[in-house]
């Protein structure tokens, strides 16, 4: 199985992701998540995405297209993968696109988690406290959502054209949504 998981920022994308791939026996890789590892570590690559994080903005597509390159090139991604947080611009969708092609790969199921905007900003206000996450402040958070109906809402439309995108109510407990997504999936 090769995956993706999507919604906007808040959905429960993160916390699905880990879940759903747990289940389905393959890796989970979020972008975001290696991002932040690399941010804490204060790699190179770290301190660059960095400056976009903190600002809600997208770290650009070749330093993104380029990790994800690397990472899919590991062994353990060769049964499958669910890709956390990416593609989220149309250039990202031509990107993976080419790297599975060139693999005699493709996409699978693209999972969209569904949220209207008010829960989201309350979820994301509520796992500032707990997770101390710098991109998570009102004003942040508010650019992250616009980013993403700019930015992220058109890949879903590619992906809708190939008749892969299956969409689930993000809103619930954890256990119930990943139930309806696996039901979703099946
Ligand atoms: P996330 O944890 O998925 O919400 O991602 C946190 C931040 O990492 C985003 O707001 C972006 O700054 C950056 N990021 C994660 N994935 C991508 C991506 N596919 N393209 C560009 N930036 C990304």
Not at 43 to 55: I, S, V, W
Not at 82 to 90: E, F, I, K, Q
Not at 122 to 148: F, M, N
């Amino acid at each position: 199985m090769r995956m993706l998981i999507m919604g906007p920022p808040g959905a429960g994308k993160g916390t699905q992701a880990k879940v759903i791939a747990a289940r389905l026996g393959v890796p989970a890789i979020s972008t975001g998540d290696i991002f932040r590892a690399n941010a804490a570590a204060a790699t190179p690559l770290g301190r660059e995405a960095q400056t976009y994080m903190e600002r809600g903005e997208y770290v650009p597509d070749e330093v993104t297209n380029a990790m994800v390159r690397d990472r899919l090139s590991e062994p353990d991604v060769t049964a499958g993968f669910l890709l956390d947080g990416y593609p989220r611009t149309p250039a990202q969708v031509d990107y993976l696109d080419g790297v599975l092609d060139q693999a005699g790969h493709h996409l699978d199921r693209v999972l969209v988690l569904a949220a209207d905007t008010e829960e989201i900003v309350k979820r994301l206000l509520l796992r500032a406290e707990t997770d101390g996450r710098t991109d998570d402040t009102d004003e942040v958070i508010r650019r992250r959502l616009e980013v993403y109906a700019e930015q992220t809402a058109p890949v879903l439309d590619r992906y809708a054209e190939r008749d892969i995108l299956i969409r689930v109510d993000g809103i619930g407990e954890v256990d119930t949504v990943t139930e309806r997504a696996l039901a979703a999936l099946r």
